[in-house]
């Protein structure tokens, strides 16, 4: 388990571009204030995919980068119908000049991962493995079914989202994380929607080492922006329950 605590910003195009043409632009201070960017390449042009890498290098050189692809049906944009074309769009961008440290797959890619992971390792990419859920969050078994075909693939990260309808929804994420997180590089598992919010940050004293929050536009329910997620991560130490959390997230 890797020990650092990552506060992941989402760049799409208007935030790369910004931050391209005016070195004194305001996202340039939430770029910095992220320990990683997640480029989602479903916001972008396909034919930029193969670049976008070196130019969030050029802007952020010392920023993890994870690449993402997420669907329409996983929040995302890129269209549902089209999935099929993601193993020749991932083999772009592995065999760009630049590539991420890390590609988020959905759990639905699994069938085409060891392909995958094969050419990733290769260029020292990790894989994160990820799920959203935008009903519930699932149950315990649920959960340990997610981590167990994680680690049948041997993949070193693990992400899941799911929305929380209740205040102790996240008590279940909470539970998963102290008995899974040990086991990979990167984990996040988190509550999306109001009550889940708190989850965002508190997961990270929960023992997740990933929470991703928002420059500029939110990208998802419940999502804090980067400036708010950073000022409550410096301060996580100091605060001892989510209670506590609620309370200083509500000053912002």
């Not at 890619?109 to 894989?127: H, M, P, T, W």
């Not at 708190?198 to 004293?205: E, F, M, Q």
């Not at 929050?213 to 100091?238: E, M, R």
């Amino acid at each position: 388990m890797n020990e650092t605590k990552y506060l992941v910003g989402l760049v799409g195009p208007e935030v790369l571009e910004a931050a391209e043409k005016d070195p004194f632009h305001p996202v340039r201070l939430d770029l910095e204030s992220c320990g990683a960017l997640e480029i989602r390449y479903d916001f972008f042009d396909t034919a930029l995919w193969p670049k976008l890498s070196e130019r969030v290098r050029k802007i952020a050189p010392q920023q993890l980068q994870i690449g993402t692809i997420r669907l329409k049906h996983d929040g995302g944009t890129f269209d549902d119908a089209r999935a099929v074309e993601r193993p020749a769009l991932w083999d772009a961008i592995l065999d760009a000049k630049e590539v991420p440290e890390w590609l988020d797959l959905e759990r639905d890619y699994l069938c085409n991962f060891e392909q995958l992971n094969d050419k990733a390792r290769s260029r020292g990419v990790g894989i994160i493995v990820s799920e959203h859920n935008f009903v519930r969050v699932p149950g315990e078994q649920e959960l340990e079914a997610f981590a167990k075909d994680v680690k049948r693939f041997k993949a070193h990260g693990l992400k899941i989202a799911a929305m929380s309808n209740d205040q102790d929804d996240c008590s279940r994420l909470y539970k998963f994380i102290k008995k899974q997180a040990k086991y990979f590089e990167m984990f996040a598992a988190f509550g999306m929607g109001e009550t889940g919010k708190v989850s965002r940050i508190w997961s990270l004293k929960e023992g997740a080492n990933l929470t991703y929050g928002a420059i500029g536009k939110v990208a998802a329910p419940g999502q804090i922006d980067v400036c708010t997620s950073k000022k409550a991560l410096d301060q996580l130490d100091y605060i001892n329950s989510e209670f506590e959390l609620l309370a200083f997230l509500s000053k912002f």
